[in-house]
Protein backbone atom coordinates (compact mmCIF):
# COMPACT_ATOMS: atom_id res chain seq x y z
CA UNK A 1 0.00 0.00 0.00
CA UNK A 2 1.12 3.50 -0.76
CA UNK A 3 0.49 6.59 1.64
CA UNK A 4 1.17 10.28 0.97
CA UNK A 5 3.23 11.76 3.49
CA UNK A 6 4.56 15.16 3.96
CA UNK A 7 7.96 16.05 5.41
CA UNK A 8 8.02 19.13 6.48
CA UNK A 9 11.68 21.19 7.68
CA UNK A 10 12.72 24.86 7.67
CA UNK A 11 9.28 25.74 7.01
CA UNK A 12 9.10 23.91 3.63
CA UNK A 13 7.42 20.35 2.48
CA UNK A 14 8.02 17.86 0.26
CA UNK A 15 5.71 14.92 -0.56
CA UNK A 16 6.81 11.66 -0.33
CA UNK A 17 4.76 8.67 -1.17
CA UNK A 18 6.18 5.38 1.18
CA UNK A 19 5.30 2.09 0.29
CA UNK A 20 4.36 -0.03 3.05
CA UNK A 21 2.74 -3.50 4.39
CA UNK A 22 -1.00 -3.01 4.50
CA UNK A 23 -0.25 -5.50 8.53
CA UNK A 24 1.84 -2.52 9.03
CA UNK A 25 -0.74 0.18 8.84
CA UNK A 26 -1.85 1.10 12.16
CA UNK A 27 -5.67 1.92 13.17
CA UNK A 28 -6.43 5.19 13.91
CA UNK A 29 -4.63 7.08 11.53
CA UNK A 30 -6.24 10.45 10.81
CA UNK A 31 -5.64 12.49 7.72
CA UNK A 32 -2.87 15.28 9.15
CA UNK A 33 -1.66 13.61 11.71
CA UNK A 34 1.81 13.10 12.50
CA UNK A 35 3.28 9.96 12.33
CA UNK A 36 6.15 7.70 12.26
CA UNK A 37 7.54 5.44 10.09
CA UNK A 38 9.79 2.42 11.39
CA UNK A 39 12.10 0.95 8.97
CA UNK A 40 11.99 3.48 6.32
CA UNK A 41 14.28 3.31 3.49
CA UNK A 42 15.04 5.60 0.74
CA UNK A 43 16.01 3.63 -2.60
CA UNK A 44 17.17 5.52 -5.75
CA UNK A 45 16.84 4.06 -8.84
CA UNK A 46 16.88 4.60 -12.61
CA UNK A 47 15.91 2.82 -15.37
CA UNK A 48 15.64 3.57 -19.35
CA UNK A 49 12.74 2.65 -21.12
CA UNK A 50 12.20 3.86 -25.09
CA UNK A 51 14.98 5.71 -24.70
CA UNK A 52 13.71 7.14 -22.45
CA UNK A 53 16.01 7.93 -18.93
CA UNK A 54 13.96 7.74 -15.49
CA UNK A 55 15.51 8.27 -11.96
CA UNK A 56 13.86 8.96 -8.36
CA UNK A 57 13.95 7.74 -5.31
CA UNK A 58 11.54 4.57 -3.73
CA UNK A 59 10.54 5.14 -0.14
CA UNK A 60 9.44 1.99 2.13
CA UNK A 61 8.81 1.21 5.19
CA UNK A 62 7.80 -1.32 7.68
CA UNK A 63 4.69 0.57 9.28
CA UNK A 64 3.31 3.67 9.57
CA UNK A 65 2.13 4.54 13.04
CA UNK A 66 0.86 7.59 14.61
CA UNK A 67 3.51 9.38 16.05
CA UNK A 68 4.91 12.31 18.80
CA UNK A 69 4.32 15.90 17.77
CA UNK A 70 7.05 17.87 18.94
CA UNK A 71 9.58 14.75 18.82
CA UNK A 72 12.09 16.10 16.19
CA UNK A 73 10.08 15.10 13.33
CA UNK A 74 7.47 16.53 10.88
CA UNK A 75 6.03 13.46 9.10
CA UNK A 76 2.07 13.85 8.56
CA UNK A 77 0.33 11.55 6.95
CA UNK A 78 -1.91 12.70 4.04
CA UNK A 79 -3.81 9.74 2.53
CA UNK A 80 -4.42 7.43 5.96
Request: charged letters at 15%; aromatic letters at 4%.
Amino acid sequence: MRIGVVYIEDGESSLILVTVPESGVSEGLALGAPVSLPGLVARPWESVFNGQERHGIAYRAAAVSGGVPGSGGGLRCLSC
